[in-house]
């Protein structure tokens, strides 16, 4: 993978990381879905800022994505896509101070290493 197509990934992966973040804080603004309040909450989705620059961020996301796989193998793109995971856990941790048991911790060092091997040219 050369530096530009390097780059697009990132670029993929940090808007839909973005787009995660914005969801999240549009999750918490509606608050809890049941039988009861459902119909508003799905009309209140498209009445959300948060939730809907989030879809944006979704759709941009998609976008480099479309446009990386146009230069890269699906055989590479693909699992490096599995960063996403990895910021989300983080992002999660840092933004809304959820805890990162080991296990987890152990789970985004082998997604880690796996796209590194994935990544890694001889």
Not at 5 to 11: A, K, N, T, V, Y
Not at 53 to 79: D, E, F, M, N
Not at 107 to 122: N, P, S
């Given at each position: 993978?050369?530096?530009p197509?390097?780059?697009?990934?990132?670029?993929s992966?940090?808007?839909s990381?973005?787009?995660?973040?914005?969801?999240?804080?549009?999750?918490?603004?509606?608050?809890r879905?049941?039988?009861?309040?459902?119909f508003?909450h799905?009309?209140?989705?498209?009445?959300?800022?948060?939730?809907?620059?989030?879809?944006?961020?979704?759709?941009?996301?998609?976008?480099?994505?479309?446009?990386?796989?146009?230069?890269?193998?699906?055989?590479?793109?693909?699992?490096?896509?599995?960063?996403?995971?990895?910021?989300?856990?983080?992002?999660?941790?840092?933004?809304?101070?959820?805890?990162?048991?080991?296990?987890?911790?152990a789970?985004?060092?082998?997604?880690?290493?796996?796209?590194?091997?994935?990544?890694?040219?001889?």
């Open positions: 993978m050369t530096p197509e390097f780059g697009l990934l990132l670029i992966i940090l808007v990381v973005s787009g995660q973040f914005l969801l999240k804080l549009g999750a918490l603004k509606l608050g879905v049941n039988t009861g309040n459902l508003s799905v009309l209140g989705i498209a009445m959300t800022p948060e939730l809907i620059a989030g879809l944006v961020c979704y759709g941009l996301g998609a976008i480099a994505y479309i446009l990386l796989l146009t230069r890269v193998k699906l055989s590479v793109v693909g699992p490096s896509a599995a960063l996403i995971y990895v910021f989300s856990v983080l992002l999660g941790y840092f933004a809304f101070q959820e805890t990162i048991p080991v296990s987890r911790l789970g985004l060092g082998f997604i880690i290493c796996g796209v590194m091997l994935v990544l890694w040219q001889r």
